[in-house]
């Protein structure tokens, strides 16, 4: 049976039932040069703040998505939900929300020393992406399993799970030829509310994606080396 024919159930309190795996090894020169191939193409990738309204292929953002939902989780509850917004006004509605909340932040809710750091980014309350953009994928973390019927069932390593999902979603948009960013408007309570979400889903960030402007600039800034951030034992 395909995946695309399976249908997840909850799998809580169901015993261990293993299944045997066995992929084909790749050759020692062909997986170093996918290796260098991959380095070299992520290193390419930047966050875009300046979108062109052109349309983007609708399959290849679901196929991204479809990606990053193949990310490991806690006791594998899969804990995530990807809202694609398409909708020209409902991103409006978010964008606005979004502003306001950004504005309240600016003005001192942030704090003089995370200001600075933000400096050099260029980042402000104005959050034009959000509408130039034209898909919004908002993703929210599962607190907990929410049954049909109201029941509840905690999920574990929540925050872990959803995040390596997004960076498994980032990856897959710009090997696409996609330009995405991570906003994370504080508080995002109100992305439930006009995305109508149920109580056991909580915002964890917005992801506009597009094709960058032909204006598009970004900031000036250098990575650190591999070896400032890798230590080897």
Same mark, same amino acid.
């Given at each position: 049976?395909?995946?695309?024919?399976? %249908?997840?159930?909850?799998?809580?309190?169901? *015993?261990?039932?293993?299944?045997?795996?066995?992929?084909?090894?790749?050759?020692?020169?062909?997986?170093?040069?996918?290796?260098?191939?991959?380095?070299?193409?992520? @290193?390419?990738?930047?966050? =875009?703040?300046?979108?062109?309204? @052109?349309?983007?292929?609708? +399959?290849?953002?679901? &196929?991204?998505?479809?990606?990053?939902?193949?990310?490991?989780?806690?006791?594998? +509850?899969?804990?995530?939900?990807?809202?694609?917004?398409?909708?020209?006004?409902?991103?409006?509605?978010?964008?606005?929300?979004?502003?306001?909340?950004? %504005? /309240?932040?600016?003005?001192?809710?942030?704090?003089?020393?995370?200001?600075?750091?933000?400096? *050099? /980014?260029?980042? &402000?309350?104005?959050?034009?992406?959000?509408? @130039?953009?034209?898909?919004?994928? =908002?993703?929210?973390?599962?607190?907990?399993?929410?049954?049909?019927?109201?029941?509840?069932?905690?999920?574990?390593?929540?925050?872990? $799970?959803?995040? /390596?999902?997004?960076?498994?979603?980032?990856?897959?948009?710009?090997?696409?030829?996609?330009?995405?960013? /991570?906003?994370?408007? $504080?508080?995002?309570?109100?992305?439930?509310?006009?995305?109508?979400?149920?109580?056991?889903?909580?915002?964890?960030?917005?992801?506009?994606?597009?094709?960058?402007?032909?204006?598009?600039?970004?900031?000036?800034?250098?990575?650190?080396?591999? &070896?400032?951030?890798?230590?080897?034992?």
């Amino acid at each position: 049976m395909s995946p695309e024919t399976q %249908q997840w159930t909850p799998t809580h309190g169901q *015993p261990y039932r293993p299944v045997a795996y066995r992929p084909a090894r790749m050759p020692g020169p062909e997986s170093l040069a996918r290796a260098a191939e991959l380095r070299a193409r992520m @290193d390419e990738r930047r966050t =875009v703040r300046r979108f062109s309204p @052109d349309p983007v292929p609708e +399959q290849a953002v679901r &196929d991204a998505i479809a990606c990053a939902a193949t990310a490991p989780s806690g006791a594998h +509850q899969q804990p995530w939900t990807f809202v694609l917004v398409k909708d020209p006004a409902v991103r409006q509605q978010i964008r606005a929300a979004a502003e306001q909340e950004e %504005q /309240i932040s600016y003005d001192g809710r942030l704090g003089d020393e995370w200001l600075a750091a933000l400096r *050099p /980014i260029g980042t &402000d309350a104005v959050k034009t992406h959000l509408t @130039d953009a034209p898909a919004l994928i =908002v993703v929210f973390q599962q607190r907990y399993w929410l049954g049909p019927n109201g029941t509840k069932r905690k999920h574990y390593y929540v925050d872990e $799970s959803v995040g /390596i999902a997004v960076g498994m979603l980032l990856s897959a948009l710009h090997l696409s030829g996609l330009a995405a960013l /991570i906003h994370t408007p $504080s508080p995002m309570r109100f992305l439930a509310h006009v995305l109508n979400r149920p109580e056991n889903e909580k915002a964890f960030a917005v992801i506009p994606v597009g094709y960058p402007a032909e204006d598009c600039e970004v900031p000036d800034l250098v990575r650190k080396s591999l &070896d400032q951030v890798l230590v080897e034992v």
